[in-house]
């Protein structure tokens, strides 16, 4: 397609479950980033994956999150042992290196 | 923690006013970006400034940066009921990569 593409929509799991979520990029940018949104709130920066460099975990909220990027396309990320807290929406973007930044739709993780 | 910082947190205006939004960061930056988001999920890229440069404008928008102050703003002239969103400025920290690290946001709404 011709724009990030992110799945699921929409998530609902049950508290200590495990997630995966996916982000399908804008072929040929190689920069790649997931946020986290709760409500009314500004986007919490996550990973940060530029080529075949070391990505930038920094903003891993804990152990339970991890994030995986094959090449130059599609990032799954993970959280494990979900909890309450982790309820947000999860969003991707994409981008050519040092320009702007294009956006999934996002998912929405509930963790009941 | 967040790199940038908006000013106001939420802003309502008549339409035609005009609507200014500002936005304060930490470190050294490669670019500013300024960015849109409707209620909903996506976010739309507004402008990107550079470093080595001090103001820009697209239609009815300008951002203004002063890397000495490490600030920016963003006018909206002759607003419009579909200006009401909220407002994020990003900033990718020149501390090599372009990490794009986003603010708490502005919610503005165009009263008609």
């Known amino acids: 397609g011709a724009g990030v593409s992110q799945s699921p929509s929409n998530k609902v799991t049950e508290k200590g479950k495990d997630v995966e979520l996916r982000c399908d990029p804008i072929?040929?940018?190689?920069?790649l980033y997931w946020y986290r949104q709760r409500l009314g709130q500004g986007l919490e920066f996550l990973i940060y994956f530029q080529g075949n460099s070391a990505p930038d975990k920094s903003g891993l909220p804990s152990d339970r999150f991890s994030a995986e990027r094959t090449g130059e396309s599609v990032s799954t990320l993970t959280i494990q042992r979900t909890q309450q807290e982790d309820s947000a929406v999860y969003l991707c973007?994409?981008?050519?290196?040092?320009?702007?930044?294009?956006f999934g739709s996002g998912t929405q993780l509930s963790v009941l | 923690s967040q790199q940038g910082e908006e000013d106001p947190q939420a802003l309502s205006i008549q339409e035609g006013e005009n609507a200014t939004m500002n936005c304060s960061y930490k470190t050294s930056i490669n670019n500013l970006q300024w960015y849109r988001q409707n209620s909903g999920r996506g976010l739309v890229h507004l402008i990107l400034i550079r470093s080595n440069e001090r103001e820009k404008h697209s239609g009815r928008l300008r951002v203004t940066l002063d890397t000495s102050k490490k600030s920016s703003s963003l006018l909206i002239t002759a607003s419009r009921a579909a200006d009401t969103a909220s407002y994020f400025c990003?900033?990718?920290?020149?501390?090599?990569?372009?990490?794009?690290?986003f603010g708490a946001g502005t919610r503005l709404f165009v009263k008609a």
């Open positions: 990003a900033t990718a920290p020149n501390t090599g990569g372009f990490k794009t690290i």
């Open positions: 973007a994409s981008s050519l290196v040092g320009t702007k930044l294009f």
């Open positions: 072929s040929g940018h190689t920069a």
